[in-house]
């Protein structure tokens, strides 16, 4: 495990270390069992001079904004679980009720049957980031 972790921090200091690079990290292995196994981190000498009201030096505690990578791992987690053989299935076969809703516009129409879960994943699927759901009208109820 040192020998692994030094290959790990020679590999950083090699690749993304101190060459005033304009973005810093901080990378960590973690096990639920026993808490941080290794972490690196580097500070771009940029930060101190862009950023004048906020972090100075990046550390185990910083908030990165990490935007939608945090999707890549819901899928690999997902895959790694559930595997592949669904892929191709379509979402109305896990979610029924999306057959029964209509997605009507004067310019946008979703066909759920075509939508499959790794069109979803993949964000292949066609679907518009504000898609407008018109679910069919509820049957009068005796009252």
Not at 69 to 89: A, M, P, R
Not at 99 to 109: E, F, I, L, Q, W
Request: glycine share 6%.
């Amino acid at each position: 495990m040192k020998a692994a972790v030094k290959d790990l921090d020679a590999a950083f200091q090699r690749r993304l270390g101190p060459m005033g690079l304009n973005y810093s990290y901080v990378v960590q292995a973690y096990s639920t069992d026993d808490g941080v196994l290794w972490q690196t981190k580097y500070t771009s000498p940029v930060l101190s001079t862009l950023n004048s009201t906020g972090v100075k030096e990046v550390d185990e505690n910083t908030v990165h904004r990490v935007g939608s990578i945090t999707k890549l791992f819901t899928i690999l987690t997902f895959l790694s679980q559930v595997g592949d053989k669904i892929w191709n299935d379509p979402i109305t076969k896990y979610i029924p009720e999306l057959s029964a809703v209509g997605t009507r516009s004067r310019v946008y129409h979703v066909d759920w049957e075509d939508v499959t879960v790794g069109s979803l994943a993949t964000f292949n699927s066609g679907l518009i980031r504000d898609c407008e759901l018109h679910f069919p009208p509820s049957p009068p109820q005796d009252v």
